[in-house]
C-alpha cells in the first residue's frame, strides 16, 4: 500500500509539472478582452460569418450607377476637389478600370490641379486633397502617374510636424492637418496615411522613410486612451469616462464626442494606422484599440458619436477589422460578432433605391451630401469584397510552405490552389480568406497579391529560425488589391513544453492508471 501510495504521489506532483509546461508554452490568453476570432472557431458556413458578395455586389452596381448619372460634365461631383478625387479612389477601388470613361474623367481633373510641390489643389484642406488624389492616383496604378504620386509623397513626409513649424506645439509632432499652417489631427493624418501606403504599394520605386512611420506613431500614442503608451498629461486623467480605455479622440487631449471621450470612428482610424505603422494586432496599443471597438461595436450607429460621421465610420471601421485579419471577433465571455455581415447588412438596408445614400441624422464630413456618404459607404462595401487577384507566397529560405483557407481547407484541397516550378505557392483568386501561411524550416516567408498576372510589390515577413505561420488576405482597401498582413507567430515547439490541456490530463490519467496497474500485479504476486 505503501508504493501504491508513494506512486500516486509521483503521479499527482507529475500534473502540475505538466499543467505548468503547457501554461508556459501556449500562447498568453487576452484576459478579459476582445480579441481575432481564430479561424478554425469559424461555423462551416461561410455565409454564416461573411456577407454574401453577390449582395455586396448589387449594392455596388448600384453605387456605380448613381455616380455616373449624377457625375457632372468635367468629370466632378459637387465643387469640392477631394470630393471628386475621393469619388475616383472608390470606383477604381472597386474594380472599375481607369480607362472607363467615368473614371477617366474624374482623373483628368485631378491631375490638371497636380502642382510642382507635391500638392493637389489649394485652400484650408490642401493635405486632405493631396491624399485622396493619390489614393486615386496610385489605386490606377498608371507609370505615367508615378513621378507626380512621388512627388506627393515626398511632401506629406515633408509636411509632417516635426517641430519647425511656426506655432507648433509637442503634440503635433508626428502628425498632419488639413496644410502645415495648422494642427495635426487623426483624421488628416489617417489620410496622409492611406496615401502614403498606397503609393507604396502601387509603385515599387517609392519608398516612405521608417522615421515617418516611426514618428506617427508617437502622434498616434498620443490619441490614445492608453496611459501606458500615451506620455501626455490628458490621458492620466483617471476622471475622465474613457480613462485607459484605449480608445481614440479627434486630437490629444480633444474629441468631436466631447471632453476625452473615445469614439468608433477615430477609434477604428487609430486602430487601422496602428497597424500601417508596423504595430503588431497583439501589441498592447492595438490588441486595446481592437478591444474597444468588440465591446463597443455597433453596425447602426457610430459608437459614442450617434448617427454623426456614420458612413466614415463604417469604412474605417471595416477596413480596420479587414487588416487586422478578423474574419469576426470574440468576446471575453466566448461570445462571438461577425461584425462583416452585420455591417453589411446595415448598409444595404440604408441605400435608397437610386442608389445612393445620405446621413439624414447629423450634417458631420459633409455626410448631409449624398455624394460623400454614398462614397463612404460605398468604400465600406468594397472593404467586404473578394478581390479579383490571386495570393503569392514563396520561402527564400526554402522552407516548406502550407496555405490553409478560412474553411480549412490546405494546398491542393483549397480552391485555386497551384504550386509552381519556382517555388512560388499560391492561390489564382484569394476569395476564401482569410488564409493561414504557416512556413517550416525557414526564418522568412514572402506575400504577394496578383493581380492581372503581374505581382508588383513582395512584403517580407520575419519569422522564427524554425518557421512559422501569419494571417494573409487581398482585399480592396488601398486599391483593387490590397495585401492584409497579420497575426504572426512562430513556430510551435516540439518539446514536452508545448503540451496542451488535453494532453496533460490524457498524461496525468495515464500515470495513474499505470500506477493503479503495478500495484495489482505486485500484490497477486504475493
Known amino acids: ?35 481575432v476570432l481564430p479561424t478554425d472557431r469559424l461555423p462551416a458556413d461561410r ?49 472599375t478600370p481607369a480607362d472607363h470613361p467615368m473614371v477617366a474623367c474624374a482623373l483628368e481633373h485631378v491631375l490638371a490641379q497636380a502642382k510642382e510641390d507635391g500638392s493637389f489643389s489649394e485652400g484650408t ?19 505615367a502617374d508615378e513621378q507626380v504620386v512621388a512627388r506627393s509623397v515626398d511632401m506629406f513626409v515633408a509636411e509632417q510636424f516635426d517641430g519647425d513649424e511656426q506655432g507648433f506645439v509637442e503634440w503635433w509632432r508626428g502628425g498632419l492637418g488639413y496644410s502645415s499652417r495648422g494642427r495635426a489631427d487623426l483624421s488628416n493624418t ?35 486612451n492608453l496611459p501606458e503608451v500615451n506620455d501626455l498629461d490628458w490621458a492620466d486623467d483617471a476622471s475622465s469616462p474613457s480613462f485607459g480605455d484605449g480608445g481614440f479622440v479627434y486630437l490629444p487631449g480633444d474629441s468631436k464626442a466631447g471632453g ?46 450617434g448617427q454623426a460621421a456614420y458612413y466614415y465610420y463604417v469604412w474605417t471601421a471595416a477596413r480596420a477589422l479587414r487588416s487586422a485579419g478578423a474574419p469576426a471577433l470574440l468576446g471575453p465571455d466566448g461570445h462571438a460578432v461577425y461584425w462583416a455581415k452585420e455591417l453589411a447588412s446595415a448598409v444595404i438596408a440604408r441605400q435608397e433605391g437610386n442608389g445612393r445614400w445620405w446621413n439624414d441624422g447629423a450634417a458631420f464630413y459633409w455626410e ?20 479579383d487577384a490571386g495570393l503569392r507566397v514563396r520561402a527564400p529560405d526554402g522552407g516548406d510552405v502550407t496555405i490553409t483557407d478560412a474553411s480549412g481547407r490546405s494546398d491542393s484541397e483549397t480552391p485555386g490552389f497551384f504550386q509552381g516550378s519556382d517555388g512560388i505557392v499560391g ?54 488589391a490590397s495585401l492584409v498582413v497579420a ?20 498524461v496525468a490519467v495515464t500515470v495513474v492508471v499505470v500506477a493503479i496497474a503495478i500495484w495489482t500485479w505486485r500484490t497477486r504476486r504475493r
Not at 64 to 69: K, Y
Not at 376 to 387: H, I, K, V, W, Y
Not at 448 to 463: D, H, I, S, Y
Not at 487 to 506: F, P
Open 487 to 506: 497575426g504572426v507567430t512562430a513556430a510551435a515547439a516540439t518539446s514536452a513544453a508545448g503540451l496542451d490541456a488535453t494532453h496533460v490530463a490524457i
Open 47 to 95: 455565409a454564416q460569418w461573411w456577407p454574401d458578395p453577390a449582395a455586396l455586389a448589387v449594392a455596388r452596381q448600384a453605387a456605380f450607377d448613381w455616380l455616373q448619372a449624377n457625375q457632372a460634365a468635367d468629370g466632378t461631383w459637387g465643387s469640392d476637389f477631394g470630393v471628386t478625387a475621393l469619388g475616383a479612389f472608390a470606383l477604381l477601388n472597386g474594380g
Open 190 to 224: 489617417q489620410f496622409a496615411m492611406m496615401a502614403l501606403a498606397a503609393a507604396e504599394a502601387a509603385y515599387p520605386s517609392i519608398e516612405v522613410p521608417k522615421e515617418t512611420w516611426q514618428s506617427a506613431l508617437l502622434f498616434l500614442h498620443r490619441a490614445q
Open 427 to 480: 492561390v489564382a483568386k484569394a476569395s476564401d480568406g482569410p488564409y493561414t501561411v504557416t512556413v517550416t524550416d525557414g526564418s522568412r516567408v514572402e506575400v504577394a497579391p496578383e493581380a492581372g498576372g503581374t505581382v508588383k510589390v513582395w512584403r517580407e515577413v520575419a519569422l522564427a529560425r524554425d518557421g512559422g505561420s501569419l494571417v494573409a488576405d487581398v482585399a480592396p482597401l488601398l486599391g483593387p
Open 368 to 387: 448631409e451630401r449624398p455624394e460623400v456618404a454614398s462614397m463612404f459607404a460605398l468604400l465600406s462595401l468594397e472593404a467586404l469584397m473578394p478581390a
Open 260 to 305: 476625452t471621450k473615445s469614439y468608433g470612428s477615430m477609434t477604428a482610424a487609430g486602430l487601422w494606422a496602428l497597424l500601417t505603422a508596423g504595430q503588431a494586432i497583439t501589441s498592447s496599443d492595438a490588441a486595446a484599440a481592437l478591444d474597444w471597438l468588440g465591446a463597443h461595436f455597433s453596425a447602426t450607429e457610430n459608437p459614442g458619436f
Open 125 to 143: 484642406y490642401v493635405n486632405y486633397y493631396t491624399a485622396t488624389a493619390v489614393m486615386a492616383l496610385s489605386a490606377a496604378g498608371r507609370p
Open 1 to 35: 500500500m505503501r508504493r501504491l501510495l508513494a506512486l500516486l504521489l509521483c503521479a499527482l506532483l507529475t500534473v502540475p509539472a505538466l499543467a505548468a509546461a503547457a501554461s508556459a508554452s501556449a500562447p498568453a490568453t487576452e484576459g478579459g478582452r476582445w480579441t
